[in-house]
Nanobody
Framework: QVQLVESGGGLVQAGESLRLSCAAS????????MGWYRQAPGKQRELVAV???????NYADSVKGRFTISRDSAKNTVYLQMNSLKSEDTAVYYC?????????WGKGTLVTVSS
């Protein structure tokens, strides 16, 4: 099994920054990708950013230039640096990990951006 624990969410004002962290534990060999999705109230869960085992990154258009995903393989941790936050970034942010075509999810961390 895989366990994902997110941290770093909170309440910030528009224009400020936050960094989310996600630590993976358990059966975490042969990871294909890790990343972040988010779900705002009344909306579907959407991709924010993903990083593959080879280091390739993919971002939602809405966060390009503002968010940066990175990883520390030694710590089995993925990070999401969020700058220039906007009110529309308010959501629960979920960490995900994919291995052997199975996706695992964290419980989520709430990010609230006040305008």
């Amino acid at each position: 099994q895989v366990q994902l624990v997110e941290s770093g969410g909170g309440l910030v004002q528009a224009g400020e920054s936050l960094r989310l962290s996600c630590a993976a534990s358990g059966s975490i060999f042969s990871i294909n990708a890790m990343g972040w999705y988010r779900q705002a109230p009344g909306k579907q869960r959407e991709l924010v950013a993903v990083i593959t085992s080879g280091g390739t990154t993919n971002y939602a258009d809405s966060v390009k230039g503002r968010f940066t995903i990175s990883r520390d393989s030694a710590k089995n941790t993925v990070y999401l640096q969020m700058n220039s936050l906007k009110s529309e970034d308010t959501a629960v942010y979920y960490c995900m990990l994919e291995r052997f075509s199975v996706v695992y999810w964290g419980k989520g961390t709430l990010v609230t951006v006040s305008s």
